[in-house]
């Protein structure tokens, strides 16, 4: 396993109630990963900053407004725009295939429906991440 | 560009790097402090310390922004503690801290305890650096919330001030923590609840009976960081302190006796890692031994093997 993997979990949107944001936040604290909990109402352009400022592994995202065909892209640019576009995009919600496909192809990761076991996706990011890390030379 | 010279160039992605492997790469660190140290050192650092909700993130929100208007730049490093049984960590610090988030010219970074005691993780001091060289010119550092622990941020801060609440109730207790001792300024929030004037003179009464350094007696101040009541006492009471810290070569003073503990805390780890090393070398000894008895290798050669291991 990687050591020290820091997620920034994050509930965009002006909707609802962070209750499965919570969970997921808990069950990776859990699972041993340093968790950055930013909790409701966040912009894209706020969880773009706090992942460049937090030098998280990956930004997981709850969205279920309906809104994930506009969050997750304009997340995916402002990443990209900022050169952090090395983090891992996840999250969870109520997302049909088809908009899974093409958010795939944008480069967002897997995303999680409603009733995912936690083990799931515990396991998916450890994966992701020992990948994804980048060694710099100072 | 390589990643410190982005570093020097002011990019704040190489900022955050940085603080990643002041972290985590503690064989690098000394080769980046090479770089930074040097170039830190001007800016003015700010330890705000107090009980687990007391509302350390919220005072440190509107102090941040108090500090823009002023036209200086910011940078935060919040520490939450990890969890002991996982080593995981839950760092909420920044739910409370929003109110600069658009503001490129304050930085905030959340770091893990990683179980060290005392209130902030061990990389805490070398982070506070990294965002000195890259020249913010205020550093606040938000420590775990406390209860009854030694107290490190008053070894890494200029100006260390206590949040205490009505509710956290006996200023025994704070005192019993070493909270006293360290601060040199003193805020009872929550001052919007029944109970703060009280307790506020109890505190008075508390700093009366105590010592402290000559010419700064650690003033008293009630506020409410939620409301923004009180606040601008706050502010000009750090600004008195920093006025004070430069009279006299008191700051220097001050810093020496940091340098010393930050001294001691390196050799700490360094005799910590060289203890690892030898448990570790204790094994290869039981492995070598065997070898030599059965004539696979001469104790000279052994020894060698020993000596390269163990050699730091
Ligand atoms: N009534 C009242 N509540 C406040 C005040 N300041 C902060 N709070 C509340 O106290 C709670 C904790 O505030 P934080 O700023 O997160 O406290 P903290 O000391 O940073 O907490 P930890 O980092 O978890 O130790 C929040 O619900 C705040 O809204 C205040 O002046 N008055
Ligand atoms: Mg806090």
């Known amino acids: 396993m990687t050591d020290n993997i820091r997620v920034l979990v994050a509930k965009p949107g002006l909707d609802g109630h962070d209750r499965g944001a919570k969970v997921v936040a808990g069950a990776l604290r859990d699972a041993g990963m340093e968790v950055i909990y930013t909790g409701l109402r966040q912009t894209p352009e706020m969880i773009a900053e706090a992942a460049v400022q937090e030098d998280v592994d990956v930004v997981a995202l709850s969205i279920l407004s309906g809104a994930h065909m506009t969050i997750f892209p304009r ?54 991440v020992a990948r994804r890390r980048v060694a710099d030379e100072i | 560009m390589k990643l410190l010279d982005r570093f020097l160039d002011g990019d704040r992605i190489a900022l955050s790097r940085v603080i990643t492997l002041l972290e985590n790469d503690r064989n690098r660190r000394s080769a980046i402090l090479d770089r930074l140290y040097p170039r830190s050192g001007n800016a003015r650092r700010i330890g705000i310390t107090g009980p687990p909700g007391s509302g350390k993130s919220t005072l440190t929100d ?36 929003q109110g600069s988030w658009d503001d490129p010219q304050v930085f905030l970074r959340s770091l893990a305890d990683r179980s060290h005691t005392g209130g902030l993780s061990e990389a805490t001091p070398h982070a506070m650096t990294a965002l000195d060289a890259f020249g913010k010119d205020v550093i606040i550092v938000e420590t ?64 009366d009976l105590g010592r402290w350094e000559e010419g700064w007696k650690p003033p008293v101040l009630s506020v409410s960081a939620r409301d923004n009541t009180g606040m601008d006492g706050l502010y000009e009471k750090l600004d008195a302190h920093g006025d004070y810290l430069a009279g006299e070569g008191r700051l220097r003073r001050r810093r020496m006796r940091q340098g010393r503990s930050a001294i001691e805390k390196a050799l700490g780890e360094m005799w910590r890692g060289r203890l690892t090393k030898l448990r570790d070398a204790d094994c290869t000894m039981d492995r070598l031994s065997e070898r030599v008895a059965r004539r696979e290798i001469h104790p000279l050669a052994a020894a060698g093997e020993l000596m390269d291991e163990l050699s730091v």
């Open chain 1, 75 to 128: 997340v995916m640019d402002l990443l990209r725009e900022r050169g952090v576009d090395h983090m891992l995009l996840t999250g969870g919600g109520i997302i049909p295939k088809s908009d899974g496909d093409e958010l795939a192809k944008l480069g967002v990761g897997k995303l999680f429906g409603p009733g995912t076991s936690t083990r799931d996706i515990i396991a998916y990011i450890n994966e992701e």
């Open chain 2, 62 to 97: 509107r102090l941040t922004k108090q500090l823009r208007i002023s036209g200086r730049t910011v940078g935060i490093i919040a520490v939450d503690p990890t969890s002991p049984f996982t080593g995981g960590a839950l760092l909420g610090d920044r739910l409370r801290m």
């Open chain 2, 144 to 207: 775990v919330g406390v209860g009854q622990s030694t107290l490190d941020v008053s070894d890494v801060s200029d100006t260390t001030v206590v949040l205490l609440t009505p509710e956290s109730g006996d200023s025994i207790q704070a005192m019993k923590a070493g909270l006293m001792e360290i601060a040199d300024v003193l805020v009872v929030n929550k001052a919007d609840r029944e109970g703060a004037d009280r307790f506020a003179a109890e505190l008075r009464t508390i700093v």
